[in-house]
């Protein structure tokens, strides 16, 4: 029960031991949602340009509108995983971030006047920061560390698929109906989009693999001790993944991880990985 006498939803056992088993619900559901994100998502890409060009725009405003949505989607990376960290909620930031989406989606279709089209596009960049890390915590809140590799792939597979479908699909309706109907299209999308979020369970995310648990006495020692000022070159020979490939590969950083401690378990050293 929480101070408002309300009851909790059950959280997943803490066993440090035991792998989690999240149930296949919750697994397709995830797996459906980056689908129908993707094809969402897809309607905002070169459609954007070609849709604004049929109603007579100049490339000079097509061209800030775009920018002004890359430049959101870019400084709006660390508010928007700081946003999802604090919420401890994915699905709620993701429904809402949905809900954002669809109202650009129809704002681009409705309403193509340079006000509404700038707020639209800022919406959609703003919307679009948060599900990715919603996605990333949801997928480690479900499979834990030891999985999330596979559990990764998986969602690019997904994601992928959504992409080449999509494309194929809207690129059919601008053709046989007009621009205008790929933005309807994407709005209705997010329909089964927001169903398949709903089959995530909540109960199944452990809030404590997915953001890290609080830092008080009796909690479970999450900790991760970075130094700024260091400077190191990335060797890849020395790197604790499986793959090798970096593009920093002979650069010199500044600022590296010296100790990490996941659940009470020291896993970086000295810099050095553990296991």
């Known amino acids: ?4 006498g309300l009851p909790l939803a059950p959280r997943p056992p803490q066993t440090s031991g035991e792998p989690p088993r999240p149930s296949d619900a919750s697994l397709r559901g995830l797996d459906w949602f980056i689908f129908f994100l993707a094809d969402v998502q897809t309607g905002f890409g070169p459609f954007v340009a070609v849709y604004l060009t049929s109603q007579q725009w100049t490339q000079v405003d097509i061209g800030l509108v775009l920018s002004m949505g890359g430049i959101i989607a870019l400084i709006g990376q ?24 669809g109202a650009a989606a129809l704002s681009y279709a409705l309403f193509p006047v ?13 919307a679009s920061c948060v599900l990715g890390p919603c996605i990333v915590a949801m997928s480690l809140g479900l ?6 590799g ?5 969602n690019a597979r997904f994601a992928s698929i959504g992409n080449g ?14 621009p205008r109907w790929v933005f309807v299209v994407t709005a209705l999308l997010l329909v089964p989009a ?82």
Request: a positive charge.
């Open 1 to 4: 029960m929480n101070q408002r």
């Open 78 to 101: 660390m508010p928007g995983g700081a946003l999802v960290d604090a919420a401890r909620s994915e699905r709620l930031v993701a429904a809402f971030a949905l809900g954002g989406i």
């Open 114 to 126: 340079f006000p509404v089209i700038a707020t639209a596009a800022a919406l959609h960049a703003a």
């Open 143 to 148: 499979v834990g560390h030891a999985a999330i």
């Open 150 to 154: 596979e559990r990764l792939g998986r």
């Open 165 to 178: 479908i999509a494309a194929a699909v809207m690129g059919g309706v601008g053709y046989l109906l007009s």
């Open 194 to 275: 927001v169903i398949a979020l709903s089959r995530i369970r909540p109960a199944e995310v452990d809030p404590e693999r997915a953001h890290g648990g609080p830092i008080e006495t009796g909690a479970s020692a999450n900790l991760c001790v970075v130094d700024p000022r260091t400077t190191w070159v990335v060797d890849p020979a020395l790197m604790a993944s499986r793959s090798r490939n970096t593009p920093f590969a002979g650069r010199r950083l500044t600022g590296r991880v010296r100790h990490t401690v996941y659940r009470g378990e020291p896993v970086v050293i000295d810099g050095e990985a553990q296991r």
